[in-house]
């Protein structure tokens, strides 16, 4: 008798592997959308944008089709990997990404209010490293509290930048989205901390975020001409 | 006036370029494009760096500075990208 469908695709796998799928096309599509105009102009808040969509797809490729292909193609048995090292760094280079995507795309905002600095790019690489190894050493309290703080700390940045924002409601309109992208970023990273977290949520949030990115990619697309 | 911003003085300044049937010798450009000569030579040679004009010398030892194919893309598309920045508040 052949096995059942959920046998090999479980549906939280399934729904997961989608709203990956979703958020990586999305990020690449923006990422490869922009790539002309950044070349012709080299603009740092091109820059900056690409960047962030890059470590967006980045960080949910590591999260969610490594661990579809662990499971699916049983990737661990055959190359005898322990599947705790690979969720460890698959969860740290998450970490990592993801805090990357948000300070860049903080930055790509903000680099002209704080006068651009190389700096500033290495100390975001600096905290984004911390806070992966503190996603992966440090208790699960004290990791979630320091990631919910500094996006947060990122979040009231924006908010602050929406609130003066001279753009009148186009600005204000497209600041709403970046905060609206920060706190499903802090619920992704709840999410995977404490997989019990978001339960009944989960596909609420997934759809949530998976919208997010997709009227961003409209907005890209719309204005990039393509 | 309003201060210009550095990709509106490199569309002038290939704007320049082009409207001078695609060949101009850099004092002609460099007075048209209406900024010091210091910064002048920065943008001049991150245009060339870029690959966005390219200098031939002739016998005479004379320099013409051309628009090359990336040039004229960047003026195409010029009004694009800064409805982009514009759009994102870049």
Avoid at chain 1, 113 to 141: C, D, E, P, T
Avoid at chain 1, 170 to 187: D, E
Wanted: charged fraction near 20%; proline fraction near 2%.
């Amino acid at each position: 008798m052949r096995p059942p469908i959920e046998y090999f695709f479980p549906p939280e796998i399934g729904a997961e592997l989608i709203y990956s799928f979703i958020i990586i096309i999305c990020s690449l599509m923006i990422y490869y959308a922009t790539k002309e105009m950044y070349e012709l102009s080299s603009y740092k808040g091109i820059k900056y944008f690409r960047q962030a969509f890059l470590f967006f797809a980045i960080a949910f490729f590591s999260r969610y089709f490594i661990k579809f292909l662990l499971m699916f193609f049983n990737v661990g048995e055959i190359l005898r990997f322990s599947m705790m090292r690979i969720g460890w760094i698959s969860t740290f280079i998450f970490l990592y990404s993801i805090s990357m995507a948000v300070f860049y795309l903080l930055y790509s905002v903000m680099w002209k209010k704080w006068n651009h600095s190389q700096l500033r790019i290495y100390l975001f690489n600096l905290f984004a490293f911390i806070i992966a190894m503190m996603g992966l050493l440090g208790g699960v309290i004290t990791s979630l509290l320091l990631i919910a703080a500094l996006l947060l700390f990122a979040s009231l940045i924006l908010f602050i930048a929406y609130k003066n924002s001279k753009n009148s409601r186009k600005g204000k309109k497209l600041y709403m989205i970046y905060l609206l992208l920060f706190v499903f970023c802090i619920l992704n990273i709840f999410d995977i901390l404490i997989p019990t977290f978001l339960q009944v949520y989960q596909l609420a949030i997934y759809l949530a975020s998976s919208l997010i990115f997709m009227i961003i990619l409209y907005k890209v697309l719309k204005n990039t001409g393509n | 006036m309003a201060k210009r911003g550095k990709l509106d003085i490199m569309r002038d300044m290939l704007n320049i370029i082009r409207d001078n049937r695609n060949s101009i010798k850099p004092t002609p450009l460099l007075r048209k494009s209406n900024i010091s000569s210091k910064r002048f030579k920065e943008y001049y040679n991150e245009l060339l760096e870029k690959g966005l004009l390219k200098s031939v010398q002739d016998k005479k030892g004379n320099k013409f500075i051309f628009l090359t194919e990336k040039g004229l893309r960047f003026l195409e598309k010029y009004r694009t990208i800064i409805e982009f920045i514009d759009e994102f508040e870049l």
